[in-house]
């Protein structure tokens, strides 16, 4: 199925979604971790917390977090889960350097590899990991129904898979000030800030295209997964699946 976000591209028509979206974070990458903390209010930082508390009681042994970026949500889920092994992978080098520096710093090189790869082409085998997650990047996907069967396929039977993503709030006034915040606000800074005209207009427009709520629960049922449960966070700016297969 085709979904409305997928046409959205950061610099225009011309070229593949995943070559431009790449290109987008290897330029913001060096402003990107100080963005998301500025635009969210210091709020991902909980958002992320509240992710990785969903897969506690799993104790996962190994994880794959998908649009890792410059690796915030795996140092996070490392610290809390402490699997034996944790694989990042992302389509921007860019972002992956600021991450592997990061890991460096905290000495858990041997703990957690990113590498780069397409998620919707996953080199890795079948049943390979007892937990996926996705903050923030899985509305950049080019094909969100391969991207959701891959991590499907590589996620091993009772396995979660664990996404946070933005939402464009429902109810008054939230729902206005959000929609002033992000198309005005958003990019604005977003521009000084990253030097990027492009990317903070871009991921406000995926925001409002991408399915959100009871639908993408739907969508995650149809994938194959039992169960999905859906979670509105912060009024609805932000959104959590615990999908299990």
């Keep these: 199925m085709n979904y409305p976000q997928e046409h959205i591209k950061p610099y225009g028509t011309e070229g593949e979604k995943s070559r431009q979206v790449e290109q987008m974070f290897d330029n913001i990458a060096p402003a990107y971790d100080r963005l998301n903390h500025i635009l969210s209010f210091g ?47 992302d389509l921007s ?53 391969k991207g959701l069967s891959e991590m499907y396929r590589v996620l091993g039977k009772g396995g979660k898979l664990v996404i946070l993503e933005f939402a464009t709030p429902e109810k008054f006034p939230m729902n206005i000030l959000f929609k002033i915040y992000s198309t005005v606000c958003m990019p604005f ?28 629960g739907t969508i995650l049922l149809n994938t194959g997964f039992e169960k999905a449960e859906v979670y509105a966070l912060t009024g609805g700016i932000c959104m959590l699946y615990v999908a299990t297969k």
């Design 189 to 216: 800074i977003g521009r000084i800030l990253s030097k990027d005209a492009h990317a903070y207009s871009y991921l406000p427009e995926t925001i409002a295209a991408f399915p959100k709520g009871d639908t993408m």
């Design 43 to 89: 709020m991902d930082r909980y958002w992320r917390w509240r992710a990785i508390s969903c897969l506690k009681k799993d104790s996962p042994a190994s994880i794959l977090d998908v649009a890792t970026g410059t690796g915030d949500f795996a140092l996070l889920a490392y610290r809390k889960l402490k699997p034996a092994s944790l694989v990042g992978i």
């Design 93 to 145: 080098e860019g972002m992956l350097e600021v991450g592997r520096k990061k890991i460096a710093e905290k000495g858990w090189e041997k703990k957690i590899v990113l590498k780069k790869e397409d998620c919707t082409a996953l080199s890795f085998e079948s049943d390979s990991f007892e937990a996926i997650t996705v903050a923030f990047g899985i509305r950049n996907f080019d094909d969100l129904d």
